[in-house]
């Protein structure tokens, strides 16, 4: 059975399906999933009923209308669709996009932080490497690790769970990374980083467990409701009309896409059927396209032409008009730093039109010793004041005290949880040792924390 999946295109995203999610893209459509281009704007509830997943990677610079949120919501959880919501560092402050006012529906929201780890990465902080999958959930099964890129954390609202944690030495700690929903028939899963399905980057699609980490993803989405739905025939098939709006998305040929057909318009042709106006739409759209994409670079090229470079260089060098007055020729001494010669703004022997920089001020055109000896004659040493080491104020010490106590009891809940799962025998033991050696590790760390603060206090 095939899944269709529908990556939003109307919100500007930072992930494009054609262009840097392309690896993502073949990897879904060889393992049970049809990839599409999700066109349609305003989204609702009808234009969703032929697909299982809708996916927004980041947006950009563009806001989903509350119109749009309603519908969606409607379709998760009446029609049982799976949404996949993936931001960026900053969250949605730092995108400028409200994906949150969309995933509040569902007992969650995106942190406007970035997750750093200077111990536990791959090269540079914000590229943690993430090991707590707590509690087991069919995402994280058979992952043992993976990068989280340039990611922002979660907060649980409602009746949403993290399933993905940072590290106990990442900032911030122990926060929520992966955050899944099952609001009546759907499923919603939301994650703070796009960039780990992003092509040919570290820490991006190649990366060890993340193809691993990706086809649990989709799977998981597909609901069973969905499932009934389609094995009772009850899903729509995507129409032609679709098509044009959604378009699916493989390796395109050239010879036959719209993108290059061009069409003579002719106001006296006669259109017959719908579809062939969506089409002639759509051709008339990517023209435009392409001619607005064509503008906007030969604007770049125009900017960064050498005959601006040249006018910039001109205006400067109107500023600079007196020529630079040399500093005495002195004999230093074997024992003395020879002065430092003055140094253009500008290398005359590649621009010989530029002129030099003005003259010193008369005060400072004299001997450097002179100078010098004035200087030490005037000037006395600066003290050294040493800064108090400024304490934490006490209400400070017990919100976080508050705090950390509060993740000790929510780590003691989630070792019940594991210990139940395993005695009932839904976990085996090589991954219930795991998860017990982590979370025992993690209320040894936040037991080590509060005794600190209690001190300080």
Known sequence: MTYNVAFDVAHKPRGRLDENFTELKDFLNSNGFKCYNFLEAPITQPSLKSYDVLVFVCPDFSKISPLEISEINNWVREDGGGLLLL????????????????????????????????????????????????????????ISSFCFRSGCSLMVLGNAISIVSSND????????????????????CAIGSYEIFRDKIGCGFNSDDHPSLAFNIFNWLVSEHRLD???NGKIPEITSQQVNSSQYSETPSYEQSTENRKVDIDFSMKISRKSELFELLKIFQNQINTIKSTIDKLIMSAEASEDEIVELRENLTSL????????PVLETPPTQIPSPQPVSIFDEQTDPTLTQLPPKPVDLQSNPSDIFSRLNRTQKPKKVISQPVKKPKKSELLSQKSSLENKLNSVKNLLDFVEKKHDAGELDDVSYTKRLKQLKNDIKKTQNK?????KLL
């Open 229 to 231: 739905l389609r094995e």
């Open 320 to 327: 600079y008009t007196s020529p630079i007055i040399e500093p």
């Open 87 to 142: 931001s960026h560092a900053g969250g949605d402050r730092g995108r400028n996009s409200n994906l949150s006012e969309l995933s509040q529906n569902f007992g969650m929201s995106f942190e406007n932080d970035q997750v750093l780890d200077e111990t536990y990465n791959l090269g540079m902080e914000n590229m943690p490497v993430i090991t707590a999958f707590i509690p087991p959930h069919p995402i994280t099964n058979g």
């Open 169 to 188: 030495t990442s900032e911030p700690f122990s926060s929520p990374l992966i955050c899944v929903s099952e609001p009546d028939n759907g499923r919603v």
């Open 450 to 454: 509060i005794d600190e603060v209690n």
